[in-house]
């Protein structure tokens, strides 16, 4: 047998060898045509999923654009590679948990990732579905393994991930910096997160996405940055839906500095790198500039009150019934913060602690966070130390857009204690973040969690959740355990198997620690 041109590849010499086989050719890649050029991406889970990664939502955010808000990206020739994750933001190992699939951090990280089912197109008008990662404002990106090959685009809609500047690119705010910008400074992951919105509004119809039906949703910062957004004016009308996964900023956990505040500490901090300028600033290598950061840790870059961007603290935009009015699901995990005050705790000690604390509003701490038994005590701990944390500021957004909102909230409560692996050995937690894999349907990336039947069916009940609030602003569905909206019954929906309905019994927790400070040991 004569093969011309003298060549043939492996596989084709084998079939011929074997006698009769047939060959099949692969799928062509999907392609897309953004406003920015055309891009080949790829086929994921047996070809029921195409995947669009690390297109460029703005100009790098280098050289003189470092500090500034993100410039439009530019335009490309030819087919964009679209088959790898863009580079993450620049950040150091914060959390072992975090693990990611791109090459690295840069300062070039301003890249979304578009997941579509393989059958949309241009006529499908899907939902979307935006999220925003967490990691403090300092770690995370959309590369991270428990939000790819996600079940959410199973079930109809399209998901994009987002990469935003982190930590000192992210949000400082010096004095320098303000003068350069008629006394406005910072913000800048937040401004990165709008212009991926903007992006989104004016691409995803490309993809099978309906640019009128956006969620956005996050988790830890990533809901701190959602619930900033809805207090955004920048941000008004580029999304439909909202869905904040532990935090906001109604409490402490991220505090949220004013402008001027913020302007010297941040500006002590600038002067400590050496640079004599602005301009000599922005020419110091990113590398130099985190090794200084990671020298100041109890100095955080997150999100300030710029005058510009945020125009005012998040809840008074909320108490004046400013906030974009959408349909919104607001919740936390059980144990967002356990097993530190509980520790060895009884009974005899609780009481204790809150007689110490507490002096005369003893009494009332305890009616809160009762101790009538050992392991009660400990749970009240738990609770309380949850609750201070990070679960008041959940409990506060949910009141506010209750009172001066005209849209329907949605409050959860993720109850089911995690299994034991590698990162949490305890197996008996809700622990922050806990929710992640279920409503990604990602459980199997987890490392050293041996899962059940009934993780599994929860997963795929909080993916059905969550992607019916994508569709229509309402989570309910066939199949579904009635989830009644907050702002018309009080009640919450608790996540753990089987899920359950309740009051919300928490109410007296709150209302105990919103006129009582919470003393700072957690």
């Given at each position: 047998?004569?093969?011309?041109?003298?060549?043939?590849?492996?596989?084709?010499?084998?079939?011929?060898?074997?006698?009769?086989?047939?060959?099949?050719?692969?799928?062509?890649?999907?392609?897309?045509?953004?406003?920015?050029?055309?891009?080949?991406?790829?086929?994921?889970?047996?070809?029921?999923?195409?995947?669009?990664?690390?297109?460029?939502?703005?100009?790098?955010?280098?050289?003189?654009l470092r500090w500034k808000a993100p410039q439009p990206p530019s335009m490309w020739k030819g087919v964009r590679?679209?088959?790898?994750?863009?580079?993450?933001?620049?950040?150091?190992?914060?959390?072992?948990?975090?693990?990611?699939?791109?090459?690295?951090?840069?300062?070039?990280?301003?890249?979304?990732?578009?997941?579509?089912?393989a059958s949309a197109s241009r006529e499908s008008k899907l939902p979307v579905m935006v999220w925003i990662h967490?990691?403090?404002?300092?770690?995370?990106?959309?590369?991270?393994?428990?939000?790819?090959?996600?079940?959410?685009?199973?079930?109809?809609?399209?998901?994009?991930?987002?990469?935003?500047?982190?930590?000192?690119?992210?949000?400082?705010?010096?004095?320098?910096?303000?003068?350069?910008?008629?006394?406005?400074?910072?913000?800048?992951?937040?401004?990165?997160?709008?212009?991926?919105?903007?992006?989104?509004?004016?691409?995803?119809?490309?993809?099978?996405?309906?640019?009128?039906?956006?969620?956005?949703?996050?988790?830890?910062?990533?809901?701190?940055?959602?619930?900033?957004?809805?207090?955004?004016?920048?941000?008004?009308?580029?999304?439909?839906?909202?869905?904040?996964?532990?935090?906001?900023?109604?409490?402490?956990?991220?505090?949220?500095?004013?402008?001027?505040?913020?302007?010297?500490?941040?500006?002590?901090?600038?002067?400590?790198?050496?640079?004599?300028?602005?301009?000599?600033?922005?020419?110091?290598?990113?590398?130099?500039?985190?090794?200084?950061?990671?020298?100041?840790?109890?100095?955080?870059?997150?999100?300030?009150?710029?005058?510009?961007?945020?125009?005012?603290?998040?809840?008074?935009?909320?108490?004046?019934?400013?906030?974009?009015?959408?349909?919104?699901?607001?919740?936390?995990?059980?144990?967002?913060?356990?097993?530190?005050?509980?520790?060895?705790?009884?009974?005899?000690?609780?009481?204790?602690?809150?007689?110490?604390?507490?002096?005369?509003?003893?009494?009332?701490?305890?009616?809160?966070?009762?101790?009538?038994?050992?392991?009660?005590?400990?749970?009240?701990?738990?609770?309380?130390?949850?609750?201070?944390?990070?679960?008041?500021?959940?409990?506060?957004?949910?009141?506010?857009?209750?009172?001066?909102?005209?849209?329907?909230?949605?409050?959860?409560?993720?109850?089911?204690?995690?299994?034991?692996?590698?990162?949490?050995?305890?197996?008996?937690?809700?622990?922050?973040s806990d929710e992640l894999e279920y409503v990604f349907g990602t459980l199997d990336v987890r490392h050293g969690?041996?899962?059940?039947?009934?993780?599994?069916?929860?997963?795929?009940?909080?993916?059905?959740?969550?992607?019916?609030?994508?569709?229509?602003?309402?989570?309910?569905?066939?199949?579904?355990?009635?989830?009644?909206?907050?702002?018309?019954?009080?009640?919450?929906?608790?996540?753990?198997?089987?899920?359950?309905?309740?009051?919300?019994?928490?109410?007296?927790?709150?209302?105990?620690?919103?006129?009582?400070?919470?003393?700072?040991?957690?």
């Amino acid at each position: 047998m004569s093969i011309r041109g003298g060549w043939i590849p492996e596989a084709l010499v084998a079939c011929v060898l074997a006698h009769g086989c047939i060959m099949f050719a692969a799928p062509p890649q999907p392609e897309v045509k953004t406003a920015q050029g055309e891009a080949a991406g790829k086929w994921i889970l047996d070809g029921t999923q195409k995947a669009f990664l690390g297109l460029p939502y703005a100009a790098p955010p280098t050289g003189d654009l470092r500090w500034k808000a993100p410039q439009p990206p530019s335009m490309w020739k030819g087919v964009r590679d679209a088959t790898k994750f863009g580079a993450r933001c620049e950040q150091w190992h914060v959390w072992n948990d975090y693990i990611f699939l791109d090459s690295g951090p840069s300062e070039d990280c301003l890249y979304l990732n578009v997941y579509a089912p393989a059958s949309a197109s241009r006529e499908s008008k899907l939902p979307v579905m935006v999220w925003i990662h967490g990691g403090g404002f300092i770690a995370g990106a959309g590369s991270e393994p428990r939000y790819t090959n996600s079940a959410l685009v199973s079930k109809g809609v399209i998901l994009v991930t987002l990469n935003y500047r982190l930590g000192l690119f992210g949000f400082l705010a010096s004095e320098d910096l303000a003068k350069e910008n008629q006394g406005h400074a910072g913000n800048y992951g937040l401004m990165d997160m709008t212009a991926a919105l903007r992006w989104v509004k004016a691409n995803i119809g490309a993809f099978g996405g309906d640019a009128g039906n956006v969620t956005i949703f996050g988790e830890s910062a990533g809901s701190f940055a959602v619930n900033a957004l809805t207090a955004a004016p920048e941000a008004r009308g580029l999304f439909q839906k909202v869905i904040g996964e532990s935090g906001a900023f109604f409490g402490s956990a991220i505090p949220m500095m004013p402008a001027a505040e913020r302007a010297k500490r941040d500006q002590r901090w600038a002067n400590e790198t050496g640079a004599k300028s602005l301009a000599e600033l922005r020419n110091v290598p990113a590398e130099k500039l985190m090794e200084v950061a990671k020298k100041s840790p109890g100095i955080p870059f997150s999100p300030s009150v710029d005058g510009e961007f945020l125009i005012e603290p998040v809840p008074d935009t909320y108490t004046a019934g400013r906030q974009a009015q959408v349909p919104s699901i607001i919740g936390w995990n059980r144990d967002e913060r356990a097993g530190t005050l509980s520790k060895d705790m009884t009974a005899a000690k609780w009481k204790a602690y809150a007689a110490d604390q507490y002096g005369k509003q003893a009494d009332v701490f305890l009616a809160a966070f009762p101790a009538n038994s050992d392991e009660q005590a400990i749970r009240s701990a738990d609770d309380f130390t949850t609750n201070a944390f990070i679960a008041l500021g959940g409990w506060k957004w949910a009141e506010a857009q209750f009172s001066t909102g005209h849209s329907p909230v949605y409050r959860y409560r993720f109850d089911r204690p995690a299994p034991p692996e590698e990162n949490h050995p305890q197996g008996k937690y809700a622990f922050h973040s806990d929710e992640l894999e279920y409503v990604f349907g990602t459980l199997d990336v987890r490392h050293g969690a041996t899962w059940q039947p009934e993780d599994r069916k929860l997963s795929e009940q909080m993916v059905g959740y969550w992607t019916n609030f994508a569709r229509t602003g309402d989570p309910n569905g066939r199949g579904l355990p009635a989830w009644p909206r907050y702002d018309k019954e009080q009640k919450v929906i608790h996540f753990d198997t089987p899920i359950t309905i309740t009051p919300d019994t928490t109410r007296p927790e709150f209302e105990f620690l919103v006129t009582n400070q919470p003393r700072p040991y957690y």
